[in-house]
């Protein structure tokens, strides 16, 4: 695993290559809003490491996993979602995944169905 790709899109958004609407960022996580949202809120947070999916994830990346869901409850409180949300992130192309870096989508603002897809 490398730190970067250079053909991945949201390496090129973490690298500032390419514009976004960031919602928070620090040294290992962005957090921006999806240009084709699914809710009122839609928010992708992303490890700024290059990382596939979540399948890709080792025990070492525990941390990094901890702080990627503490953004989340950071971002969810910060747009009033405070009636509830829901965090998904997609491992492959058959559970819809179009882009191979590791993101969790925050989404909320309405009622969601169960099941989803």
């Known amino acids: 695993m490398t730190d970067r790709d250079p053909e991945c899109l949201f390496c090129r958004i973490a690298a ?3 514009p976004s609407d960031r919602v928070h960022e620090d040294d290992d996580v962005i957090a921006f809003r999806d240009i084709a ?3 009122p809120t839609h928010v992708l947070v992303i490890p700024r490491r290059h ?9 070492d990346d525990a941390e990094l996993l901890a702080k990627l869901f503490a953004v989340v409850r950071r971002v969810a409180d910060a747009e009033g979602l405070e009636r509830g949300y829901r965090v ?3 491992v492959g192309p058959e559970s819809g995944q ?7 989508h ?5 009622p969601m169905a169960w099941p989803p897809g």
Not at 98 to 104: C, D, K, N, S
């Open 88 to 90: 998904v992130t997609n």
């Open 51 to 59: 990382i596939a999916d979540a399948h890709a994830l080792t025990d």
């Open 37 to 39: 949202p699914r809710a």
């Open 98 to 104: 179009t882009v191979f870096h590791l993101h969790l």
């Open 106 to 110: 925050l989404l909320g603002g309405r």
């Open 16 to 18: 500032g290559e390419i």
